[in-house]
T-cell receptor, first 114, second 113 residues
Framework: KAGVTQTPRYLIKTRGQQVTLSCSPI?????VSWYQQTPGQGLQFLFE???????NKGNFPGRFSGRQFSNSRSEMNVSTLELGDSALYLC??????FGGGEQYFGPGTRLTVT | SQKIEQNSEALNIQEGKTATLTCNYT??????LQWYRQDPGRGPVFLLL?????KEKRKERLKVTFDTTLKQSLFHITASQPADSATYLC????????????FGKGTKLSVIP
């Protein structure tokens, strides 16, 4: 089975721009979660989608948004980029709801905001 | 507020010894706890899950214990090898049915030949 893929792998943007990141989950997985990872804060939960519905959202400003398509692929968008948005953005897929489901992570998108 | 703490930011250990990493949590009542490994520049990789009614779980050279009274999990790597050098993260579900995993900040393990 192919793993979780994320595109692009690297991105450099300027403050004020917006960016869209893409995630393709493992075939058959319907849950996709997004995380932001920085050296200071570690892995922080952004949101989780299941069957095109957002089931939970972390404590991030409204500039961070996401969506999931009918084929379970997911995108996240960050508008009006700030320097502090520079981070590794990770998506993870799992088979469904929690109840012990481990998450399978993609390689991440490294976003640099200048 | 909820907290997950991995006591050591970094741990150096001699090859062949047992590495023990600690994960403590407060204000959680987790049904399970997970451990992941992360190498630089890569996404975390799932290692082990232990449920609240399990005291111990093993997988090859890995062993995890879970003490819900102490609110602590211990992660052991026996006969450690330089290839075990990585950051190890513990994770809990933020709340029952929250669909949100909360991660500790990790312990960076270095196994010295």
């Amino acid at each position: 089975k192919a793993g979780v893929t994320q595109t692009p792998r690297y991105l450099i943007k300027t403050r004020g721009q917006q960016v869209t990141l893409s995630c393709s989950p493992i075939s058959g997985h319907r849950s996709v979660s997004w995380y932001q990872q920085t050296p200071g804060q570690g892995l922080q939960f952004l949101f989780e989608y299941f069957s095109e519905t957002q089931r939970n959202k972390g404590n991030f400003p409204g500039r961070f948004s996401g969506r999931q398509f009918s084929n379970s692929r997911s995108e996240m968008n960050v508008s009006t980029l700030e320097l502090g948005d520079s981070a590794l953005y990770l998506c993870a897929s799992s088979s469904g709801g929690f109840g012990g489901g481990e998450q399978y992570f993609g390689p991440g998108t490294r976003l640099t905001v200048t | 507020s909820q907290k997950i703490e991995q006591n050591s930011e970094a741990l150096n250990i001699q090859e062949g010894k047992t590495a023990t990493l600690t994960c403590n949590y407060t204000n959680y009542s987790p049904a399970y706890l997970q451990w992941y490994r992360q190498d630089p520049g890569r996404g975390p990789v799932f290692l082990l899950l232990i449920r609240e009614n399990e005291k111990e779980k093993r997988k090859e050279r890995l062993k995890v214990t879970f003490d819900t009274t102490l609110k602590q999990s211990l992660f052991h790597i026996t006969a450690s090898q330089p290839a075990d050098s990585a950051t190890y993260l513990c994770a809990l579900e933020a709340g029952a049915g929250s669909y949100q995993l909360t991660f500790g900040k990790g312990t960076k393990l270095s196994v010295i030949p």
